[in-house]
């Protein structure tokens, strides 16, 4: 095992009515709060006005920024952090999935010292302080509820990228399954693709963290198993609060430490996908993982046996990538670029913006 520093301060509230605690953890930080969403469905849903309510309680102003789009865009970023410099907030919140939720973590760092936006995500500008983070959860998939990343779209960059830094971790995250119910079948299965994918990601990294990779084949069986019953039953409360957990410890640290780093090749070809046909995250990552674990088969046999067998009960008749890509398929998300209705005339384009970018 490699030396590490364990470090995770946020402040996670989960379960059933969580969010009621919003106000008073708030309040603490400050009395106006740029609260951002994305095209709505915290609206329909209920989840906006049930977060309005406990922060008006404890007398916290709220400032809206809306519109946030999957794969959200640096210009969002921008405007909400004009937004809330205006209006000199004293706190972020993001409600909704990874978009919404990157985006606030960016905007929170660029307020204190009016940084530009991409500058920040780039690593141009280094950031010195950040606006107290907090997170709603209404979709399971990223893990950023509980980790110091975001991720973020320039399109006239041509670039999609992460980044990190321990002053975007969110003070405080509310993890209520119930906001979950809402999420469609085909989202829900993306998350469960994200998900594993952080798990493995971690696993395929260098070096040797035993108790991590026992970690990553619990989470990876977890997912698994709660699949397709939570696609057949979208609102089984036991259901919904396994997903979330096993999410959240995906990429919080537990499937990491001890290693040299993560893989992540999966998530960067990946990312590149997106940012050329605006695909959902974890669909890039389906099209993406069958294809690199032909690669891996070569350079790391061991480990993919072990996965095969401990997730498949795999002999020498199959394999994990076999299983991983069946059980991909069996969620309804896209195994090759095909089935995402990406034709073989567009690989010149990907290719090419591979190498533009080294990835
Ligand atoms: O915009 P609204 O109306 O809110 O609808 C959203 C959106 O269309 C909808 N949704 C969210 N909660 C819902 C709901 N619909 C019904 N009921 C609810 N309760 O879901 C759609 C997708 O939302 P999005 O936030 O884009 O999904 P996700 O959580 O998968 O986030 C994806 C983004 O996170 C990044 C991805 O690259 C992508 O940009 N990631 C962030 C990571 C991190 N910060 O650690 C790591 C990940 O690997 C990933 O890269
Ligand atoms: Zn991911």
Redo the contacts with the bound molecule.
């Keep these: 095992m490699e030396n590490f520093v364990a470090y995770n301060p946020v402040k996670l509230f989960f379960g059933k009515g969580v969010v009621k605690n919003i106000g008073n953890e708030a309040i603490k930080h400050g009395t106006t709060a740029l609260v951002i ?6 609206k329909r ?1 209920g ?1 906006f006005n049930d977060v309005e309510t406990y922060l008006k309680q404890s007398g916290v102003k709220i400032i809206e920024y809306s519109g ?5 865009i640096i210009e969002d970023v921008e405007m909400a952090a004009h937004l809330g410099t205006d209006n000199s907030v004293d706190l972020v919140i993001g409600i ?7 985006t606030a973590k960016i905007v929170a760092a660029c307020i204190p010292d009016n940084l530009p936006a991409w500058d920040v995500m780039t690593s141009k500008v280094k950031i010195k302080r950040a606006l107290p983070i907090f997170a709603v959860l ?2 399971v ?4 509820e509980m ?1 110091r ?3 973020i ?1 320039n399109q006239k960059e041509r670039e ?1 990228i ?1 980044f990190g830094n321990n002053l975007i971790y969110p003070k405080c995250s509310f993890l209520d399954p119930e ?2 119910f ?3 079948t085909q ?1 829900t299965a ?2 469960i693709v ?1 998900l594993i ?2 798990a493995l990601e971690n696993y395929f990294g260098k070096g040797d963290a035993p108790l991590a990779d026992k970690f990553v084949i619990s989470i990876v069986k977890e997912a698994m198993l709660i699949a397709n019953p939570l696609i057949a039953n979208p609102n089984d409360y036991e259901l919904r609060a396994r997903m979330m957990w096993a999410s959240t410890n995906a ?1 919080n640290g537990t499937t990491s430490y001890g290693r040299v780093s993560g893989d992540f090749a999966v ?1 960067a070809f990946g ?1 590149t996908l ?1 940012l050329l046909y605006d695909l ?3 669909a890039t990552l389906s099209i993406v993982y069958p294809a690199w674990l032909k690669y891996l088969e070569k350079l790391v046999p061991g480990k993919l046996e072990t996965l095969g067998s401990e997730l498949f009960g795999c002999d020498e008749t199959n394999s994990f990538n076999e299983g991983l890509t069946k059980f991909f398929s069996s969620i309804n998300c896209p195994v090759n670029l095909a089935e995402a209705g990406i034709d073989k005339t567009k690989r010149e384009e990907i290719k090419e913006l591979w190498i533009e970018k080294d990835v």
């Excluded at 946030?68 to 959200?72: A, D, F, G, R, V």
């Excluded at 998939?141 to 950023?144: I, Q, S």
């Design positions: 969403y994305g095209k709505g469905s915290v849903n989840i946030i789009k999957p794969n959200p909704g999935g990874g978009s919404v939720i990157d209404s979709l998939a990223t893990g950023t980790n990343f975001a991720v779209q999609k992460g906001y979950t809402t999420v469609d989202q993306y998350g994200d994918a952080h990429l998530h990312h997106s959902p995250h974890a």
